[in-house]
């Protein structure tokens, strides 16, 4: 008996089959939904925030309420600022002072007592400091904020992204550059960590509901105009 001819994928469909197993790639590279990686790396982000905060905190209770640069104004980068927090021994791992979603990484070599002088290094400081606070400042104030384009006031980041990042090379990593969503990440001095949106020019709106407090007025509500124009953060050092 003759048996029936065995069915053979002809090139098409193994083109087809291809050009599938090449777009699920594309379009997520690690096996999970963009939009899911982002919160997952977000959460570490905010985590990572909030105990930079607390190290502040911890810092200003032996202070008299300030925090490290405020008694001491040599200072003339966030790296340095938050260096004396491994000074005093508060904290010892750089990898709080870092974000998942950053070209600025630490490499958790600190270096030995009394100055801690591996401690981040260039490069390894994600997170700008508002300058010259205290403990006592209003609750809401932006304390801690991720790298920003520059550190004048007000701070502005990037928005924009490649539609297809796989292809171009991780955009993101890039200096004051925003999350998907045109999200950023803000420490307040309450300790308070969120992930909040941006305007479409890559601010913030400082009036938005996050920014209020019980009696509706905005943290910078309480500045006079001398202060606001003041206002800036110690910036990060670049390698």
């Known amino acids: 008996m003759n048996e029936p001819p065995k069915q053979r994928w002809g090139c098409l469909p193994w083109g087809v089959g291809a050009l599938l197993a090449l777009l699920v790639s594309l379009c997520d ?8 990686q982002t919160m997952g790396m977000q959460v570490k982000a905010v985590n990572n ?6 190290a502040l905190k911890q810092h ?3 202070a008299e309420s300030y925090y490290p640069d405020s008694l001491d104004r040599r200072f003339s980068s966030a790296n340095e600022v938050f260096r004396e927090l491994f000074k005093k021994q508060i904290i010892d791992n750089e990898r709080i002072v870092s974000s998942p979603e950053s070209v600025f ?3 958790n070599v600190i ?3 009394p100055g801690f002088t591996r401690a981040l290094l260039p490069g390894e400081c994600h997170w700008m400091l508002l300058k010259h606070q205290s403990d006592a400042v209003h609750p809401k104030t932006p304390l ?6 520059n550190a004048s006031w007000p701070p ?4 924009s992204r490649p539609k297809f990042p796989q292809w171009f090379g991780d955009h993101s990593l890039k200096r004051g550059r925003s999350w998907r969503g045109r999200e950023i990440i803000i420490g307040r001095n309450d300790g308070s960590v969120a ?4 305007r479409p020019d890559g601010t913030l709106d400082w009036h938005s509901p996050t920014n209020l407090d019980e009696h509706g007025k905005s943290w910078i509500d309480y500045l006079t105009p001398e202060q606001v124009a003041k206002l800036s953060y110690w910036d990060i050092e670049e390698k």
């Open 105 to 107: 990484q630490p490499d």
């Open 195 to 198: 992930v909040e949106k941006l």
């Open 144 to 149: 801690v904020i991720e790298n920003s384009l």
């Open 29 to 36: 590279v690690r096996g999970t939904h963009p939009r899911i």
């Open 111 to 113: 270096g030995s007592p």
């Open 60 to 62: 200003s209770k032996d």
């Open 156 to 159: 502005k980041w990037g928005t």
């Open 49 to 54: 925030c909030k105990q930079l905060i607390m």
